[in-house]
């Protein structure tokens, strides 16, 4: 087994990234994350603001899918400033984002 392999087990696999640009602003955009933690889904969600150097980052939300019931289903715009999360079992979480992009809460599921 190669070092990269022992490395990639250990790290928990491949990171696959997902983003989605806020509904009529193209400074901000809805970013998840998944990976996994041995055999545990993992997802992250973040906003990102403005661009590149001065983009800021901001974590709304993470869920570990340990229990079906923490699994990330769906994160969404449903608005430019509002993002709703919602989880296999139907849980919703809503969060809402000021004019800087920093969100007025942050869901943890699963932890």
Same mark, same amino acid.
């Given at each position: 087994?190669?070092l990269?392999?022992v490395l990639?087990l250990?790290?928990?696999?491949?990171?696959?990234?997902?983003?989605?640009?806020?509904?009529?602003?193209d400074?901000?955009r809805?970013?998840?994350?998944?990976?996994?933690?041995?055999i545990d889904?993992l997802?992250?969600?973040?906003?990102?603001?403005?661009?590149?150097p001065?983009?800021?980052r901001?974590?709304v939300?993470?869920f570990n899918?340990?229990?079906?019931?923490? =699994?990330?289903?769906?994160a969404?715009?449903?608005? @430019? $400033? +509002? !993002?709703?999360?919602?989880?296999?079992?139907?849980?919703?979480? =809503?969060?809402t984002?000021?004019?800087?992009?920093? @969100? $007025? +809460? !942050?869901?943890?599921?699963?932890?």
């Amino acid at each position: 087994m190669s070092l990269a392999t022992v490395l990639a087990l250990l790290d928990g696999g491949q990171e696959q990234t997902r983003s989605l640009a806020a509904p009529g602003r193209d400074d901000r955009r809805l970013v998840v994350e998944e990976g996994s933690a041995m055999i545990d889904p993992l997802w992250y969600v973040y906003v990102h603001q403005g661009s590149w150097p001065w983009e800021r980052r901001w974590a709304v939300g993470s869920f570990n899918g340990d229990a079906t019931d923490n =699994e990330l289903r769906e994160a969404v715009w449903t608005a @430019p $400033d +509002r !993002i709703r999360m919602t989880t296999e079992e139907g849980a919703v979480h =809503e969060v809402t984002l000021d004019s800087g992009g920093r @969100p $007025d +809460r !942050i869901v943890s599921a699963g932890w």
